[in-house]
């Protein structure tokens, strides 16, 4: 998913979900407010808060992008923040972050490799063509179903966790 500030300001009293850990810093999943930003000769400065613990931390990045790369904002997390363990919040970040690019592109890859290896070595001809044409389209289908259900299955985890009587089949 891409998010991208035109200024860092517009960051200032938002919640944003921290993507990845800094030293010193929030770890990936948690929840943080910002509450003020300084930009410089020298970077960026944000001053922000953990929802949880209430502790305040000071960042400092480059540029936007890297605090954008850092944080985002997640109003479904935001929300529902303490129904769910840090676990399952890590597992959703993972998955919302997946793309068919950087996630199914490489399966898909070397799977095909492997597919038309196997076709070739045990059939070979024309018999091996036509069995590497089946299979390479199985193998595309199969990822990206995989794909699909992988991230539905989450996102219903997720939602029938917050659902108050609400079951999902």
Not at 61 to 67: G, L, M, Q, Y
Not at 104 to 121: D, G, N, R, T, Y
Request: proline share 1%; charged share 20%; net charge positive.
């Amino acid at each position: 998913m891409a998010f991208m500030l035109y200024s860092i300001d517009e960051a200032i009293d938002c919640k944003y979900v921290v993507m990845k850990t800094m030293s010193g810093q929030a770890k990936a999943g948690t929840l943080v407010h910002i509450m003020d930003t300084n930009e410089n000769s020298n970077g960026i400065v944000v001053d922000y808060r953990n929802t949880r613990t209430g502790q305040n931390f000071v960042a400092k990045f480059n540029t936007v992008k890297d605090f954008c790369k850092w944080a985002r904002p997640d109003t479904f997390l935001a929300r529902h923040y303490d129904r769910f363990s840090k676990k399952e919040i890590q597992q959703y970040l993972k998955v919302s972050e997946r793309s068919f690019t950087t996630f199914c592109l490489p399966i898909i890859a070397v799977a095909l490799i492997l597919v038309w290896i196997i076709a070739i070595a045990l059939i070979g001809g024309a018999g091996g063509v036509v069995l590497g044409i089946i299979l390479s389209l199985v193998a595309v289908a199969g990822v990206f179903i995989f794909f699909k259900m992988s991230k539905e299955k989450t996102m219903l985890k997720m939602y029938s966790k917050v659902g108050v009587g609400i079951n999902f089949k």
